[in-house]
């Protein structure tokens, strides 16, 4: 892939994706669909001053990482664990709704982050820690809870960009939508072929019984190999 729309529709194929590979996630991942390999290489030096850069395919991946959700394309963020998720705009309602025990467990002062967001649109972290007094946990439980994602990026005078915050229903239309476990299953089934129930728990933030639960639920074909039982389209 080289380009921005061509790495939209390629999301909207697989649905769910990890931004990079990583032994914790069967989920497919934008860098090897955009390098064609899963072994990642960050950076290289170039010849001319011996400094580091990105390589091409990593230069592409990241900025896509934030255009993709700038331009309405894809919900992205720290989703499902502590790692960089994409979702498809079509599957946007359905992890909002299988967020909603997290939801529920928020505090007040997440809810006070949530009302400085609602007052002074997307915010970085550290205009987040300015205005409330917000600290890095407080948003990544915020994005595992589906209430804020990655709006945009923002230009720093120092160092590397910073990435703004904003309220998922203010970027995103949120219809209701029945059975999203199923659904969510069903995509990372598909995408994996083969998955034990902790596997789609790692995938989705989700414990193995939730996980089992919503397998079986879809009708997934069930084997035991080595004491694991792997589930199947």
């Known amino acids: 892939m080289t380009t921005l729309r061509a790495a939209a529709r390629w999301l909207d194929r697989v649905g769910i994706a990890a931004l990079i590979p990583g032994a914790e996630t069967v989920l497919p991942s934008l860098w090897e669909a955009t390098a064609g390999t899963r072994e990642v290489t960050w950076g290289e030096r170039r010849e001319a001053d011996g400094k580091h850069e990105f390589t091409p395919s990593m230069a592409r991946v990241w900025q896509w990482k934030d255009e ?40 007040d002062f997440h809810w006070h982050v949530v009302a400085t967001l609602e007052e ?76 034990s129930a902790a596997d789609l728990g790692g995938a989705l933030g989700w414990r193995v019984k939730r996980a089992r639960e919503a397998l079986e639920a879809i009708g997934a074909r069930a084997h035991t190999e080595h004491g694991v039982t792997l589930y199947s389209v």
């Open 120 to 195: 002074h649109g997307a915010c970085t972290g550290p205009q987040l820690r300015a205005l409330c007094g917000a600290e890095k946990q407080h948003v990544a439980q915020l994005q595992r809870a589906l209430v804020v994602t990655n709006s945009h990026r923002v230009e720093q005078p120092q160092g590397w960009d910073a990435i703004a915050v904003d309220l998922v229903e203010r970027l995103w239309e949120i219809e209701p939508v029945a059975d999203a476990d199923a659904a969510l299953a069903r995509v990372v089934l598909d995408g994996a072929e083969e998955l």
């Open 68 to 107: 993709l959700p700038a331009r309405g394309l894809a919900l992205v963020g720290k989703h499902f664990g502590p790692w960089a998720a994409l979702v498809a705009p079509r599957l946007v309602p359905h992890v909002v709704a299988a967020a909603a025990d997290r939801r529920r467990a928020l505090s």
